[in-house]
């Protein structure tokens, strides 16, 4: 009788152990998942700013002459989905100068904090 006690409880502290190390690699596990998610987050958020200020060089900066409605309204929807307010607000601050040094003052800001969002990921 005591030898099966023995086994028994000899069985039981195993199964804790594993039970415990297998509880600590999931918890690990589940650390890895949600820091490759806020990676993939942030991967997906830089490429949309490349992709917003490549278009934007493309289309205003290098443009010959005035820009047309469509790539006013394709940069608008392209900056309205990189869901940021601050690059928003300098945006609208573009958009709404008053005469070209202004402007050329805003574009210098706008490009600084795409930059520096691209950065800070």
Do not use: H, P
Request: no cysteine; net charge positive.
């Amino acid at each position: 009788m005591t030898r099966q006690k023995t086994i028994l409880t000899i069985i039981i502290l195993l199964l804790i152990i594993g039970s415990a190390y297998f509880g600590f690699g999931y918890l690990n596990t589940q650390e890895e998942l949600r820091q490759a998610r806020t990676a993939l987050e942030n991967q997906k958020t830089n490429k949309k700013v490349l992709d917003f200020t490549k278009l934007f060089i493309e289309k205003i900066l290098k443009a010959e002459t005035e820009v047309d409605f469509e790539t006013r309204l394709k940069l608008e929807n392209a900056i309205r989905n990189l869901d940021d307010k601050e690059i928003l607000e300098q945006w609208n601050k573009f958009v709404n100068s008053k005469n070209e040094g202004e402007a050329q003052s805003q574009v210098k800001n706008l490009l600084e904090l795409l930059v520096n969002k691209i950065k800070e990921k």
